[in-house]
């Protein structure tokens, strides 16, 4: 089993290897909001082509990480340029297909980013069972929340202002 990359190692290597990813402006957070996602209305969230989730880590972290799971899972990086990857799995001997995730990293600011990967190719079923069986726990010590996710992302901001008032 190939080694998971330490807070450590991410730290170390820089951007420039990647290259920057691109950087949001408030619209483009604002039409990346889950209110404005109908989607959700034909479609819930397990079912959906697409993930989006958050992380404090920085993007060379994220590439790295996503790199050690695309070698776990048998997947080959194909393209790193600028916050964009594309992993591609092995063709499935029965459809002749082979299922792509492209990555693609977006810059809110420089110590938090927001992820999104989404199927371009191959079977849904084969991705949302890889999303839900190994994807999303091998990320997760990156991610500090899921999109969509009924879960409330800011329980570690709740915990801190409980901590705070008790000071």
């Not at 109908?38 to 590439?63: M, R, Y």
């Not at 063709?91 to 989404?118: A, N, Y």
């Not at 839900?132 to 091998?138: E, G, H, L, P, V």
Request: net charge neutral; charged share 25%.
């Amino acid at each position: 089993m190939d080694a998971v990359s330490t807070p450590s190692e991410c730290d170390q290597s820089t951007n420039s290897k990647f290259g920057k990813p691109n950087n949001l402006n408030a619209f483009d957070i604002i039409s990346l909001s889950t209110g404005f996602d109908l989607f959700g209305l034909f479609v819930s969230n397990d079912q959906k082509d697409e993930v989006q989730f958050t992380s404090t880590k920085s993007a060379s972290c994220v590439i790295l990480k996503h790199e050690d799971v695309a070698r776990e899972q048998r997947f080959k990086v194909m393209k790193k340029d600028h916050g964009y990857m594309r992993l591609e799995g092995p063709v499935d001997s029965c459809r002749k297909e082979t299922l792509s995730i492209d990555v693609r990293i977006f810059e809110i600011s420089s110590s938090f980013h927001l992820i999104e990967m989404q199927k371009s190719s191959g079977g849904s079923i084969d991705y949302q069972h890889l999303m839900r069986q190994n994807i999303r726990s091998a990320l997760k010590e990156i991610v500090w929340a899921w999109q969509g996710a009924t879960t409330p992302p800011c329980t570690r901001i709740k915990l801190c202002v409980i901590k705070a008032d008790a000071v």
